[in-house]
């Protein structure tokens, strides 16, 4: 793209225009003469890329509606691709597309970015164009310009997030009103939260694909979407929401990204965070991602994680940002160039909640504890409550490492008196806060 003189119009194309690309169209609406004023540049919406035509869309004319890629990038006076159409195939190739002929893009794809982007950056370098990507993770926190801008120096040494907004929300409504697993995530899909598969939410695929964007750009490494183990909320249940807060526990969906060893280790798994520490306080669909230096100690930044105007307020930074600093900007090489490894997950540690329900009979206790100690776990506290002829135990251990924990988990299993599968939840503990 060109340098624009103040004042000059700026063409986006969209790509997408659902939850996320109406607001940005309504934003534009409401606040552009403060934009203009502020930036100098007038922006107006282009071509409009939907599935479907025959849906209208507040402040986008019929004629702009388009079901053909074409005549979005054939627009003559095309500056700018802002992408919210989501998916991998076929918005790659349209973000290759606008990239290779030196159109800039914005994109709120995490699923994408977290699987291409040192191959789409390279190709903006090459380009002397820029690709933005702010939106894909925690909805309106500037997140991605803070790592990538303010902290590239301050050598991070772990980001400790919650960067799900459905699963916050469902996991607050649960604990707060008592809501259903199910009526709790109908409304948060309601409220336009969830991604239009919403297993991508609660299975923590989502959380992963954000928490390899911000590893990668937090310790200039290349983490792909397929290096983040990961697991949901999906296999939580009202019952462990409500022991955990007897015991003092708030559960949220985590990210961990750490630098051990000068290794990198992320993953994405349900935690027990203890009630005071400062992310159990992060309710409803907020994200918070806490960063931590020694330069800088710790920072955490809160705000709105989902919904189509918070992240349309992203989408519309980056654009900016883009406006501001024409060509390729800079940093656009800084997201990998420190190439560390990827340290096994399977080594990491943490503390264990383990509930099971096992047969109400002499010994069965003696049993369990006597497989923990044989993977050499220590238990901290144990709750057993009679139901019937079953009884519920609860089991928090101390520090371990997963390997033991899964070798424990795989012995538990094959003992007869244990009745259906054991649930297991990390714990956050001072240790590995
Ligand atoms: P959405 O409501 O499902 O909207 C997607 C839009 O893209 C729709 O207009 C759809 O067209 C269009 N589209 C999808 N596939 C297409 C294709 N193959 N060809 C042409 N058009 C296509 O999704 P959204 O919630 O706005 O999310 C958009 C992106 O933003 C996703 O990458 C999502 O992960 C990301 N994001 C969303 C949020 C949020 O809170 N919603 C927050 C951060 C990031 P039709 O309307 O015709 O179906
Ligand atoms: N579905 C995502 C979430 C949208 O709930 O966090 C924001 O990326």
Redesign the pocket.
Known sequence: MSEHSPGHRVRIGL?????????FIAMLHEHGPTIARASGHELEIGR??????E?P?AGVRPEQLT?N?DDVFGDSELDLIV?????I???ADYLRRALASGIPVV??????LSRQAPELLALAQDADTQVRFE?????AIPVIKVLRESLLAAEISAVTGIVN??TNYILTEMSRTGMSYEDALATAQAL?????DPS?DVGGA?AAAKMAILASIAFHTNVRFDDVPYEGIDRLSAEDIELAGDLGYTIKLLGVAKLTDGGVSVRVHPALIPHEHRLAAVSG?DNAVLLESVAVRQIMLVGP????T??AS?VLADVLSILGTPNRGFLQNALTDAGRPLRDPDLTSSAFYVRLRVSDRPGVLAQIASVFAEAEISIGSVIQQGEGDAARLVLVTHETQERRMNTAISAIRDVTDVRGEPVVVRVLTKENA
């Open positions: 790509l997408g225009c659902g939850t996320v690309g109406q607001a409009v890329l939907v599935r479907s035509i849906t869309r079901t890629p992408e919210v159409m989501g998916g195939d076929p918005t994109s709120a794809n995490k699923q994408l939106a894909s993770v925690c909805g907004g459905t336009g939260y969830a991604e239009a991508e989502d669909p994680g989902a919904g189509g918070e992240t992203a």
